[in-house]
């Protein structure tokens, strides 16, 4: 099946420092990829699309200058969490949406997940 | 506003028996639905999926119910495996608008006992 990948899986930093996350479709490539954050025993809430060559689309309540993404290449988007506080601290996990699956349908393939502690 | 709701937080069945999980949604725009299981500190897997000109979708174990006059969809695994115990995610989507984005359920964490 279709993999996606997350670097750092984990990362622990200073209040006021920017982190960023990287998420790679490895075997497919993905127009669309989307950023999730996930608190504790909640579930996922979407942040943002993040498509390839154009701007990210935002939900409404998420700060596009806070949570900076980019989608340089169909295999990659990053997000940079800027002046992390820790409110910011949460589970962050990307999807990529595939399109190769036929009958017009889809899925999305989730990495295995950022975990981010602002200290 | 929940627009996709999973009303049991958790779910306790016997192995070799059926699990079943359900859904609500509220809007009728979404008409592509999809079921993720979650494992903690991992990103979710998808297990199965079903638009909504289909009432049935059966893949494996695994069969998701809809029933579009009730705005419910169902996940039905038999038989029940302990490996099957996780977090298990409802998605709604309106596949045609908004690019495609998934609107999540609050889970349900099944446990399936020897």
């Known amino acids: 099946g279709a993999v996606v990948s997350q670097h750092p899986s984990w990362v622990i930093c200073k209040s006021g420092t920017s982190v960023k996350i990287e998420c790679r479709s490895l075997d497919f490539q993905a127009t669309t990829m989307f950023w999730y954050r996930q608190f504790p025993k909640q579930s996922l809430m979407l942040m943002a699309t993040?498509?390839?060559?154009?701007?990210?689309?935002?939900e409404q309540g998420v700060e596009k200058d806070k949570f900076l993404i980019n989608h340089a290449s169909l295999t990659l988007s990053t997000l940079t969490v800027t002046s992390a506080h820790p409110e910011d601290s949460s589970f962050y996990i990307c999807?990529?949406?595939?399109?190769?699956?036929?009958?017009?349908?889809?899925?999305?393939?989730f990495g295995p997940g950022t975990r981010l502690l602002v200290l | 506003d929940q627009q996709v709701k999973q009303n049991s937080p958790s779910l306790s069945v016997q192995e070799g028996r059926i699990s079943i999980l359900n859904c609500d949604y509220t809007n009728s725009m979404f008409d592509y639905f999809l079921w993720y299981k979650k494992y903690p500190a991992e990103g979710p897997t998808f297990l199965i999926s079903?638009?909504?000109?289909?009432d049935k979708n059966e893949d494996g174990r695994f069969t998701v119910f809809l029933n579009k006059s009730a705005k419910h969809l169902s996940l039905h695994i038999v038989p029940s495996q302990p490996g099957d115990s996780a977090v298990y995610f409802c998605a709604a989507s309106p596949l045609y608008n908004q690019g495609g984005k998934l609107i999540f359920g609050q889970g349900t964490e099944l446990s399936v006992k020897p």
């Open positions: 999807s990529a949406r595939d399109l190769r699956t036929s009958g017009g349908q889809f899925a999305q393939y």
């Open positions: 079903i638009s909504s000109i289909k």
């Open positions: 993040s498509n390839e060559g154009s701007k990210a689309t935002y």
